[in-house]
């Protein structure tokens, strides 16, 4: 007869043992119920199957065989294929997602992380210990507070350039509410952020940012500021900060990084996620990376974004959406030239010498503002040249130079200046010079 070799698991020997103790007379069902804890009839059930099959009927029956519903060996070949080619550097919840959605293979996460563990595919970036901070209450209400940053990153790997991603999150929901790719983290960039979100959503009750020169505070004026700051008593805001006092949006500056904690984190996925998708974009330049994200963001808020505790939104809307030109650009005080003439209205009038407000907008077109007014303007003329062009013949000779006429007789410098108390006379036939002639009046 062939020997069987049954293999039991720590639990199940516990079982065989108490089992056995039963058979001895040294413990009671009772007993060993309350030692398994298990009911005394499960105990019975149990006993009786071990007397009759012997410790085999310990084993669990499906030990040995594949589950019912396990991945056919095709789909986990093709999940290692791609995780090893189109989505190579995809964390495992990222290519869970991207699955479904691309290749129509639906798994589990814990199925994807066993199948990569089993085949050797460790997690492309090994994620830190966890420091426990106390966490900060999200704001109630969905447009209250917004934070702001910009992440400068490989986002186009090789590529393209290196890209500045500026992003404006909810501090409620998680929601990333605009998103704008730039060259640079510069003040043009977060103008584009600002009207991407107001146009979407509406006007923000605050931004929480970091202490960047672009969102310089307005301090009180000191003796290095201009005349007329030290009038009024505060310095002049940024461009930015003067944006922010027209959308009457409070501007709030963190100090330490973490204190804006959820931006950062958002930038972090975005680097393993957003990447990603620019790569199966094939995006190579920065107007290509724009409409990557701008499609990307539905999906990303649907993920991860939350719900806020109350319902309804603090965004408010622009009161006239007409003047966004005029508000979403840069303005710079200037005076008008002396030989500055304007035509505004069919009327020529001058505005020479007077001060107007130039804005300068976000698609590099002017415009002047003169007492909140917007004058017709058209392109001054080029400067004309030093040099003209000859009209006349060439003068080859040197003109000799006209003989001056000769003084009358009786012109006056030819007679004496009788004065109060000196009298001076000049000689036409001498030079002038300091020596004069001098006499004492009668």
């Keep these: 007869m062939k020997e069987e070799t049954i293999t039991l698991n720590t639990q199940e020997q516990k079982r065989a043992m108490v089992l056995n103790q039963i058979q001895a007379?040294?413990?009671?069902?009772?007993?060993?119920?309350?030692?398994?804890?298990?009911?005394?009839?499960?105990?019975?059930?149990?006993?009786?199957a071990y007397e009759k099959e012997g410790p085999a009927v310990l084993a669990h029956g499906n030990r040995g065989r594949k589950p019912a519903h396990r991945s056919s060996e095709a789909v986990r070949a093709q999940v290692l294929d791609l995780a090893r080619t189109k989505y190579q550097g995809c964390n495992q919840q990222h290519l869970r997602d991207l699955l479904p959605e691309r290749e129509d293979?639906?798994?589990?996460?814990?199925?994807?992380?066993?199948?990569?563990?089993?085949?050797?595919?460790?997690?492309?970036?090994?994620?830190?210990?966890?420091?426990?901070?106390?966490?900060?209450?999200?704001?109630p209400q969905e447009g209250m507070l917004l934070q702001i940053d910009g992440s400068r990153h490989a986002w186009l790997q090789e590529r393209g350039p290196w890209l500045t991603l500026l992003a404006a999150i909810d501090d409620a929901t998680g929601k990333v509410a605009a998103a704008v790719f730039r060259e640079q983290e510069d003040a043009a960039g977060y103008f584009l952020l600002v009207r991407q979100l107001v146009e979407c959503a509406g006007r923000p009750?605050?931004?929480?940012?970091d202490r960047h020169g672009i969102f310089a505070p307005t301090g009180v004026a000191t003796e290095a500021d201009s005349i007329p700051e030290q009038l009024v008593g505060k310095q002049n805001p940024s461009q930015f900060g003067r944006l922010l006092e027209e959308l009457a949006i409070t501007s709030i500056a963190a100090r330490p990084p973490q204190a804006k904690g959820r931006v950062e984190r958002l930038f972090g996925t975005l680097q393993?996620?957003?990447?990603?998708?620019?790569?199966?974009?094939?995006?190579?330049?920065?107007?290509?990376?724009?409409?990557?994200?701008?499609?990307?963001?539905?999906?990303?808020?649907a993920q991860f974004a939350v719900p806020a505790a109350p319902p309804g939104s603090a965004y408010r809307p622009l009161p006239e959406p007409s003047q966004a030109e005029a508000i979403f650009c840069?303005?710079?005080?200037?005076?008008?030239?002396?030989?500055?003439v304007v035509s505004f209205a069919g009327?020529?009038?001058?505005?020479?010498?007077?001060?107007?407000?130039?804005?300068?907008?976000?698609?590099?077109?002017?415009?002047?503002?003169?007492?909140?007014?917007?004058?017709?303007?058209?392109?001054?003329?080029?400067?004309?040249?030093?040099?003209?062009?000859?009209?006349?013949?060439?003068?080859?000779?040197?003109?000799?130079?006209p003989t001056p006429p000769k003084p009358r007789a009786d012109h006056p410098w030819r007679k004496p200046v009788i004065a109060s108390k000196w009298t001076k006379s000049l000689d036409n036939n001498t030079p002038y010079s300091n020596s004069t002639q001098c006499s004492a009046s009668s």
């Design 25 to 48: 007379g040294q413990l009671s069902v009772a007993q060993a119920a309350g030692v398994l804890d298990l009911s005394a009839r499960h105990v019975r059930r149990i006993l009786a």
């Design 347 to 401: 009327q020529h009038r001058s505005y020479a010498h007077a001060e107007v407000e130039v804005h300068e907008r976000l698609d590099g077109s002017l415009a002047i503002y003169y007492a909140g007014r917007c004058l017709s303007t058209t392109p001054a003329p080029a400067e004309a040249p030093l040099v003209r062009a000859r009209t006349g013949p060439r003068v080859t000779t040197r003109p000799a130079a």
């Design 272 to 301: 393993d996620r957003l990447v990603i998708e620019l790569r199966l974009a094939d995006a190579r330049t920065l107007e290509q990376a724009q409409q990557v994200v701008a499609a990307y963001l539905p999906r990303f808020n």
């Design 330 to 340: 840069f303005k710079y005080l200037r005076t008008v030239g002396a030989d500055n």
């Design 105 to 139: 293979i639906t798994l589990s996460r814990s199925s994807v992380r066993r199948i990569m563990e089993q085949a050797g595919l460790a997690a492309p970036r090994q994620h830190k210990r966890p420091i426990h901070r106390r966490r900060r209450q999200r704001y």
């Design 205 to 209: 009750l605050a931004f929480y940012h």
